[in-house]
């Protein structure tokens, strides 16, 4: 008669007795948790996040001229493309003065992108554009931009990318500008600034 086969059982665990359990040493059990009564006089604190007070209804009080507009990679590379130039293009937009800024993860950005960029790069560095140095690891510039407007509502951004646009949309008081038709357009801001309808 052949043997009879034994099923053999996979990832089966050893049991652990709890630490609670009367098995174990007087002295070496866990003691059970014991509950604090909640004073109902003590303040509570709650995480909220505090709205700027620069939003005011729906006016944002630090945005005015000159503006400074957060410059995305790829708004430099479809400027080319349209062959507009950005710091005349920007004015004609606004109809006010304007400062092109550039921070370093942006700058780092279109450094990775090499030959082909370079007119972009040479763009970039021209001396009307304001540099913004970054202090986070990583050179991932979107979470770099969303992070400084979520901080600092002075700033428009200045993008075509729609996961951008999408996620700059969800921060009140930060109007984009992006290109259509081949000039500058705004979106988000407000009537009272001079900034054209279209």
Do not use: W
């Not at 007070?53 to 957060?70: D, E, M, R, W």
């Not at 590379?77 to 920007?90: G, W």
């Not at 550039?102 to 370079?118: A, F, P, S, W």
């Not at 140095?133 to 979107?142: E, S």
């Amino acid at each position: 008669q052949g043997k009879q086969k034994k099923a053999r059982k996979y990832a089966v665990m050893k049991r652990m007795i709890s630490l609670r359990d009367e098995r174990i040493n007087e002295k070496e059990r866990a003691k059970a948790p014991v509950k604090k009564k909640e004073d109902p006089s003590a303040i509570k604190e709650r995480e909220v996040p505090q709205h700027p007070s620069c939003l005011f209804f729906q006016y944002n009080t630090q945005l005015g001229p000159p503006y400074h507009i957060l410059v995305d990679t790829n708004f430099i590379n479809f400027s080319i493309k349209a062959k507009l130039d950005l710091v005349q293009s920007m004015m004609d937009c606004l109809y006010a003065k304007c400062i092109p800024c550039i921070t370093d993860c942006v700058m780092g950005e279109i450094e990775k992108l090499g030959q082909k960029y370079r007119v972009a790069l040479r763009i970039a560095k021209d001396p009307r554009f304001e540099r913004l140095p970054c202090m986070h690891k990583g050179t991932y510039a979107d979470d770099c931009l969303v992070q400084r407007v979520t901080q600092h509502k002075c700033y428009i951004v200045a993008t075509v990318d729609k996961e951008l646009k999408r996620r700059i949309r969800k921060i009140p008081g930060v109007p984009i500008m992006y290109i259509s038709r081949h000039r500058y357009n705004i979106e988000r801001m407000p009537d009272d600034y001079g900034a054209p309808r279209f």
